[in-house]
């Protein structure tokens, strides 16, 4: 018989019996929903009380067309916003800045200031959407001109819910939209937890990601053990500054892939679940039960996704929606089928939004809590999950912990060697690619030309820059000028950074001159290079 | 054979680009790898400093074009036109020819599987 694997490694066996989990302990290992260690899911009646959250992410060009498709789509149902900021506001350049040639408005909407956010939440309630982020090197000046924006609107503070994605040491891991240092940055991750704390209690104000590493190449068992160790570092920073842990834990939340073995994902949730919770009661000592809670939201991966016969995603992606259903997911959130060529089109999004609420609607995963709790298989695929997860996380701590890690790199070059393993299986055929390296089709050499690609308009720049122009123009620009100086003193000292940065938000400040406001204090990020 | 994979512009998805730094390197190609955000002069800088064969471009945030034409136009300036470039990430098929006429050796769209990749350097460096 042919030897399968998991994807985190161990293998898979043809058949599972009570032998194979002789050793889980109900009230120990799994427990009842809503109940610790959570296994089962954080709610008792999960989906029955409330569906989860579907929230596509989008944006593209100006902030008027990222405007117009979440209206779009809140139109058909979706509920939630996810918000794409393009690469120089993700980094804190201007649309006019030389290294935004480009750039403007391509894989996000551009911001420049305050009066881009406004238009881009123009008609969108901020007291009644929950709207996340995509943004973490520029998360506390993004933030700030979100919270800056629900306060114009009128919205009171403690009904504005953003989950800004804030977490800086996966983009160091994976996703590159770096700017600072690393102790700088995770400076400006405390500083948003804190005031947001403290000032929005809704507030999310960081949703520790596996999702990227994993689209990065890690393994599924490396996805969760680099969040938890990640999360843990942020625990730490928090109570460095003295504050309690159930101060802040309850609002942490994460961002996870499900796009690989239904089952395998499912089982890496539950082990996530459980060891989440024994860390912030165990090793933490949170008393308060949300505390412990992994709250998630449970995304596709496009790297599952393949560019021959495009439209097969679809069916990918309605299995990666069961995936996330089954494992508990709080919140949702589908690539789209032609995400391997473009932008998503607005039928895209719609396919996708759609899928996830067949999911919800008719095909009864959502009937009942944790469906798969007491099978042999998933339960000891969750013991077996938990296992490796605790292997990877004490390598991370041999490599020093997650922050050294990063600093030297060990940890990317971790994740760059497992990319290639994963690339020589695809190129074996042991990890099966429907129409890329097995039934492959006639035309796989060719791509798809039906698929409708993103028509980028090269006037977004132009429109993005002389809408700057004119804000520099009319601003005042000595409260400007009197904020960004009051941020660089204050970066050079100790305080928290939200308030001079929401002060030079408010005074129309932009986010490429409080990027560089702090980057004259902090300096810039040198990659450590290793492959 | 040397090549310089290199990522230009402000894009931070690198896994295609270490993947096929790491296959050449196993293929007996020594690999330079630039790393992330590198302008298109840095990289043509880096590529006449370390002697290199060939350039590998990996581009996803659509910013292809613009990216490529300036570190071939900064190739030309610095009189090494002889180093040869080639370009992968998410190329849409109405770019590829666009590409080929800016000068670019070749370009590995989304789904060209590894050992082409592997198989057009080797190729481009042996016939320069």
Redesign the interface.
Known sequence: MKEIRAHAGFPIKPVYGPEDVADVDFERDIGRPGEYPFTRGIHTHMYRARPWTMRQYVGFGTPAETNARFKYLMGHGQDALNVAFDLPTQLGLDSDDRRAEGEVGRVGMAIDTLADMEEAFAGIPLDRVSVSLTINGMAAAITAMYYAVAEKQGAAADRVVTTPQNDILKEFIARGTWIYPVEPSLRLVADLIEFSAKHYPRSNPVSVCGYHIREAGCTTAQEMAYGLEIAAAYVELMLARGIPVDDFAPRISFNFTAWGKIFEEVAKFRAGRRLYARMLRGRFGAKNPKSWMFRTLIGGGGSAFVVQEPENNIVRGAYIALAGALSGAQTMALPTYDEAYTIPSAKAQLIALRTMQICAEESGAADTVDPLAGSYYVEALTSAMETQILEEMARVERMGGIVEAVKGGALQAEVARQAYLFEQKLVSGEIPKVGANCHVGDKAAEADREVELYAFDPQVAAAQVAKLERIRRDRDNSAAARALRRLSDEARSTGNLMYPILEAVRAYATLGEIARAMKDVFGEHKEPVRF | MKVLIAKP???????GA??V???LRDAGVEVV?????R?PDEIVQEAIQEDVDVIGLSVL???H???SCRVIEGLRAYGAEEIKVVVGG?I???DVAELRKLGVAHVF???T???EIIKVFTKEASER
Not at chain 2, 33 to 37: A, D, E, I, R, V
Request: hydrophobic residues 40%.
């Open positions: 512009g402000l894009d931070g998805h690198d896994r270490k993947v730094a790491l296959a790898y630039s790393g992330l955000k302008t945030s659509g910013a074009l613009l990216l998410i849409p098929p109405r769209p989304m789904g599987p590894l050992p």
